[in-house]
Structures are given as structure tokens and as C-alpha cells.
């Protein structure tokens, strides 16, 4: 049980790594697209993303970093053009 905890920890903090790098890089929003589906099939559930999401923005430091993590919400949220959803609601 022990381990368990520990490796979905470990994931957790890896998970929320991951999404902090696409909130402060230059990177495209489409590989910004691949990288959510990417996550999405290494088993992360919609709402996990969605909450790492929520929390990175209660620690942003600037305007650019929370409308990044605005524009990938909406991505996460299905809030944009059906074929940039990266869960189907």
C-alpha cells in the first residue's frame, strides 16, 4: 500500500512538472494539444488535469503564465473547437 501511495505521488508531482513546463514555454498550441492527449493516454483522468491546472494557477506569477493556463483549461475542459478536445463530455 505503501508503494502505491508513493507512485501516485510520484506521478502526481511528475504530472504537475509536465504542465508547468507547457505553461511557461513558447511551445505551440498544438503541441501544447499533443502533450494533454499524450497525458491523456498515460491514464490521467479530466478532472486530475483539470485541478493540477487549477492549482498551478493559484501559483502563477504573471499574466502571460495564468492566460496559458487559461487557454489549456479550455482544451481540458472541451471549452474550444471539437477537434481540440482532449476529453469528449
Sequence with gaps: ???TFLLRHQMD????QRL????????S???V????RQVKS???QQEKVRTTLEGLRQECKTEKEE???LELL???TGFCAPDNRIWEN
Design 74 to 76: 479550455d482544451f481540458v
Design 13 to 16: 508531482h511528475s504530472l504537475k
Design 42 to 44: 498515460e491514464g490521467f
Design 20 to 27: 508547468k513546463i507547457l505553461v511557461v514555454s513558447d511551445t
Design 33 to 36: 494539444i499533443e502533450e494533454l
Design 67 to 69: 492566460d496559458r493556463i
Design 29 to 31: 498550441l498544438q503541441f
Design 1 to 3: 500500500m505503501a508503494y
